[in-house]
């Protein structure tokens, strides 16, 4: 085989780096016997290995260091065995044990309590703490404890060979302070190829050119020059471009679906009063909702708008809806409160309350961050996007709220789409929206929807008109994509994660 070729693109760096490989393959003793730096050897060593010179093996293990105490125990025995030896089969006070054993506070409260567990002491209360020695104490210092014989091996030491009684011994010292570390360890070793072993026995003396400068085209040096070749088919480190996170790029694929369809977007403030996150969309003042333990709220209080009596007298009575209303009490007090509103839903009475009769038919979505004080776990979150979607037609029904949401489902992947009946405040008649999960093959609830009820409608448009309501939870909708089975995945904001996560397919 032809070397020349070869030997023509080898930098400088791996021309010194390759000799000493046919006695060392540790990179420790190739950094000293090439007399470079770590880093332009760790270079060397990458390069050659694209060029299949070498093959580079990396060892990764977790080892077991001794910390400060770990150190100074192993070196002048445990504080547990001092305090043994100084007791008797009498009962003397904690003030002469530590008078005898020298120990710290800190050390003797420690040592009472390991030789408590292991029964080696026995204590009882009087004036002062008296101790004894124990029924076990005898063996353990004839024999010693597991955790001092397990001081006694050799440190550093691979974790994976710390087994049975030493796993127990090494789980109750790392519990004590400073004994023990654990550190992750990386070994590389070095392996020539054949190519490597014709190599390393060629003359690779010589000097190469890496590059030309101005200076030589201007002195007509570069003609006696050897210049290194370029090899165009070596692997270069790959570079990361910038890239939108996958949640951010789903937010956008949804909110173009809606407007596709002809939905002009809803935006709002995450601060919102109780009158327009519930009190304005028919939810009871006594719901359980509205309780801390479900709800953000904030210091402060909230501005009614004007019409805010027309809401309390639908609470109340139901005005002119032909409703009974809630028959209690309503609190402006409780409609003045403040919080993170717990629903966009908040956006779609806000934005019926700004119509007029000569605006409708109209639609509109919102896809943005709503707020739970919630327990989070693999299902739910305290801070979530909501997809919301309204449309205020006097023509509008229960059908053409299925055919809306099918579409949209149906653009999100899910083929099948199905509706049962349900309840919320606000909408009669009310349904659960469920798609057919194609994987697990189950029906799988994604969120509300319905039809706004008269309380709600009639207080902010000024009359009766059909609106279409839904709030579907966008985290359940968008994970089956990127096959997350745990929602938290969902915003860890892992870079890698960013920059391996397929991106969604417009």
């Given amino acids: 085989m032809d070397l020349k070729p070869i030997i023509s693109k080898l930098h400088d760096l791996e021309r010194k780096v390759l000799p000493v490989l046919k006695e060392n393959t540790e990179l420790s003793a190739i ?38 105490n770990g150190l100074k125990y192993k070196e002048e025995g445990f504080p547990e065995r001092k305090f043994l030896e100084s007791l008797s089969e009498e009962f003397q006070s904690l003030t002469v044990v530590a008078e005898k054993t020298k120990l710290e506070r800190e050390e003797l409260n420690a040592c009472i309590g390991l030789l408590k567990r292991k029964l080696a002491i026995e204590v009882k209360k009087e004036e002062e703490l008296m101790i004894k020695l124990g029924s076990q104490a005898e063996k353990i210092l004839k024999e010693g404890t597991y955790e001092e014989k397990f001081l006694e091996k050799e440190f550093p030491l691979d974790l994976s060979s710390v087994k049975d009684v030493e796993k127990l011994a090494f789980d109750e010292l790392k519990k004590r302070k400073s004994f ?105 003042q006594d719901h359980p909702a509205r309780e801390m333990q479900d709800t953000f709220y904030l210091n402060g209080k909230a501005k009614l708008p004007e019409f805010w009596e027309k809401i309390k007298e639908v609470h109340e009575t139901g005005g002119e809806t032909n409703s009974k209303g809630w028959q209690s009490k309503y609190s402006k007090e409780e409609a003045e409160k403040i919080m993170l509103r717990t629903h966009t839903t908040v956006l779609s009475a806000q934005t019926i309350a700004g119509l007029k009769k000569e605006d409708l038919p109209a639609k509109f979505f919102s896809v943005n961050k709503v ?45 099948k789409v199905r509706m049962r009946p349900a309840h919320f405040p606000y909408t009669e ?47 359940r909708i968008i994970s089956e994509y990127w096959k997350i089975m745990d929602i938290r995945e969902l915003y860890k904001n892992d870079l890698k994660q960013i920059r391996e996560m397929k991106v969604w397919l417009k």
């Fill in 31 to 68: 950094v000293k016997a090439s007399k470079l730096q770590e880093i332009e050897v760790m270079r060397a060593l990458q390069w050659l290995e694209n060029k299949e010179v070498v093959k580079v093996n990396k060892e990764e293990k977790k080892i077991v260091i001794l910390d400060s």
């Fill in 429 to 475: 008649p009310s349904v659960e929206v469920d798609v057919f999960h194609p994987v697990k093959k189950e029906w799988v609830e994604l969120g509300g929807a319905g039809i706004f009820r008269p309380e709600v409608v009639k207080p902010l448009l000024g009359f009766e008109c059909p609106v279409l309501a839904w709030g579907q939870g966008m985290g």
């Fill in 371 to 415: 707020f739970r004080n919630e327990a989070l776990d693999w299902k739910h979150l305290f801070e979530f996007y909501q997809v919301e979607g309204i449309v205020i037609d006097p023509n509008a029904n229960l059908k053409h709220l299925k055919g809306y949401l099918k579409e949209f489902y149906q653009k999100m992947g899910f083929s």
């Fill in 180 to 284: 023990l570390k654990v550190e992750d360890e990386k070994k590389l070793t070095i392996e020539l190829t054949e190519l490597g072993k014709e190599l390393a026995n060629e003359d690779l003396s010589g000097e190469f050119v890496n590059r030309l400068t101005t200076g030589m085209l201007k002195t007509g040096s570069w003609k006696d020059k050897q210049f290194r070749a370029y090899d165009v088919e070596i692997n270069v480190p790959k570079v990361q471009m910038g890239k939108k996170h996958f949640v951010n790029d789903a937010v956008d694929y949804i909110k173009q679906i809606w407007m596709d369809l002809g939905f002009k977007e809803m935006t709002g403030n995450y601060v919102q009063s109780a009158f327009w996150d519930l009190d304005a969309l028919f939810v009871p």
